[in-house]
């Protein structure tokens, strides 16, 4: 009689914990974020919503990423150290995120001769420290006189890495 009791006891622990693991992990992920998350949530929606009636003139907000650049500062005794910038491209849709992807060659061009020039008369630079809202303010003047005015909403910094040599 006892090992029956025990029996029944385990099993129903270990049935209960069956359950609450299966209810438990069948959830999907919220974030709790409160008030944003909810606004970015509904956001999302809306625009699965345009994208199914075919709105939406190509999607949302698009993300170009362009190749690191890897640039040199260079003084009297040559190259102290390196700059390395990844950059990402803020657009309004996908046909202007296709059209910045064909044109990445030519920026990232720009890009390169405007930087070394400057990094390496040090006006982004203060106390051997990029200066992050001064480089950031030149690619976008960069890219809107590649781009065109109206084809870029923000240029985005996604890593700023200083390495000495």
Do not use: W
Not at 42 to 67: I, M, N, P, Q, R
Not at 75 to 81: K, L, R
């Amino acid at each position: 009689m006892r090992m029956v009791l025990i029996a029944v006891v385990a099993l129903l622990v270990l049935g209960g914990g069956g359950a609450g693991a299966y209810f438990y992990f069948s959830k999907p992920a919220e974030a709790s974020a409160g008030e944003a998350a909810k606004e970015v949530a509904a956001s999302h929606e809306k625009g699965k919503d345009e994208k199914k009636k075919g709105g939406g003139h190509g999607g949302g907000t698009e993300f170009v990423e362009l190749d690191p650049l890897i640039l040199p500062i260079i003084d009297n005794s040559g190259v102290t150290q390196t700059v390395s910038l990844v950059i990402a491209l803020e657009v309004e849709d996908k046909v202007k995120a296709e059209e910045v992807k064909k044109l990445t060659p030519r920026l990232k061009d720009a890009y390169i001769q405007d930087m070394y020039g400057v990094l390496n008369k040090h006006a982004a630079l203060k106390g051997g420290v990029v200066q992050v809202s001064a480089v950031k303010s030149r690619l976008t003047k960069i890219t809107t006189d590649v781009l065109g005015e109206d084809m870029v909403s923000d240029v985005l910094l996604q890593v700023v890495q200083q390495r000495p040599i």
